[in-house]
């Protein structure tokens, strides 16, 4: 059913195995407590935004607020749209989709992640897809880009598998450090020629308009 005052909440992105969709409250908290339980191994940090460093409650906090965030904050001229991933009815971690002035740029951006408790499984790639799938059927992208840290295996192989190419290295801070991202770019040709996913995508048209 679509939200009166918030038509996102009424979109549906699916796989064979999966559900994307705006949380509601319920869902909200499911998904924080995901987070709460781990999302990486203590002796790695694979975000550049070390949301994951505080302790359970403070993970849970970061993940209410971003959510609520993105939806304050949303204009057509730069949204973030951010999805829990359902499998077989549970929350199991986050989808996030990003552009500054899609309607000329045709560009967008995308993070997400997992709980440690469903890695391996090949969500990670499955509920990429998904974004990519209502980034350039469902909304018209020319272009989709990335980056993980260079010693992230995982991430990196998301993007391979679906058919990123390197974009170049960028130096960013880490906790008062420095590490290194892989750029990765996709293009709708290689899109078109690397997906295996089937995605239906459910509830667009009703807020089409807010994607710019």
Known sequence: MTHPAWPLYGLRIRTPRLELRLPDDALLSDLASVAADGVHAPEVMPFTVPWTDGTPDARR??????????????????????????????????????ARDFGAVREVCTGSWLGLAHQGRGIG???????????FAGLGADSAVSAAMTDNPRSLGVSRRLGYVPDGLETASLRGGRVTLQRLRLDRARWEEAREVEVSVEGLDECRELFG
């Open 125 to 135: 790639t499955e509920m990429r897809a998904a974004a990519l799938h209502l980034a």
């Open 61 to 98: 906090q970061a993940v209410f607020q971003h959510v609520l965030g993105t939806i304050a904050g949303w204009r057509e001229s730069d949204w973030t749209l951010s999805l829990a991933v359902l499998h077989e009815g549970r929350v199991v971690g986050r989808q996030d989709v990003m």
